[in-house]
T-cell receptor, first 116, second 112 residues
């Protein structure tokens, strides 16, 4: 149980285009999902917290208009990188919290974004 | 700002040896700590967790020690195997806030 998937696993796009990444909880309802970004040889940095049915909460320094988050259902959150640039190239990882399990947080496999 | 950090960025051990990975945290309000293993190109994998009302917790081949006095966390891996080679992160949060703060990570390399 407690599986989180991400799609796509890998994406290459041209500079200026937008890319949507999906995060799904497969066997539980995720009241909260989190989006992280990880640059090579670095740690995970929290970008935003996504709550179902409400606006995402962004961490300091993360542009909300650049990284659009939608959490339309209890099993799906999407991150859209708008007008992507090479510096947005990174490993994007989501996690999902199962509200029935205290302090649970299950991570997805990550999405490798390369912007040319 | 408050953060979670690691003393050693890399650790190389021989297969069969025990490994110890350390982590220092500075947020005294943290009450929950987790160790994750991350293999190349994959998401973090939960290893073991510990709450602040404990100072030791054991799992299969792994032990986490928590010293709240000096704000130090360690992960011990017994009989390290090549499959244990990965980057290990500690993370902390407060039960009132589900956001995790990750440490810098330690690359563990197990030599056969």
């Amino acid at each position: 149980g407690a599986v989180v998937s991400q799609h796509p696993s890998r994406v290459i796009c041209k500079s200026g285009t937008s890319v949507k990444i999906e995060c799904r909880s497969l066997d539980f309802q995720a009241t909260t999902m989190f989006w992280y970004r990880q640059f090579p040889k670095q740690s995970l940095m929290l970008m935003a917290t996504s709550n179902e049915g409400s606006k995402a909460t962004y961490e300091q320094g993360v542009e909300k208009d650049k990284f659009l988050i939608n959490h339309a259902s209890l099993t799906l959150s999407t991150l859209t990188v708008t007008s992507a640039h090479p510096e947005d190239s990174s490993f994007y990882i989501c996690s999902a919290r199962d509200g029935r399990v205290a302090q649970s947080q299950y991570f997805g496999p990550g999405t490798r974004l390369t912007v040319l | 700002g408050e953060s979670v950090g690691l003393h050693l960025p890399t650790l190389s051990v021989q297969e069969g040896d025990n490994s110890i990975i350390n982590c220092a945290y500075s947020n005294s309000a943290s009450d929950y700590f987790i160790w994750y293993k991350q293999e190349s190109g994959k998401g973090p994998q939960f290893i073991i967790d510990i709450r602040s009302n404990m100072d030791k917790r054991q799992g299969q081949r792994v032990t986490v020690l928590l010293n709240k006095t000096v704000k130090h966390l360690s992960l011990q891996i017994a009989a390290t195997q090549p499959g244990d080679s990965a980057v290990y992160f500690c993370a902390e949060n407060r039960s009132s806030n589900y956001k995790l703060t990750f440490g810098k990570g330690t690359l563990l390399t197990v030599n056969p």
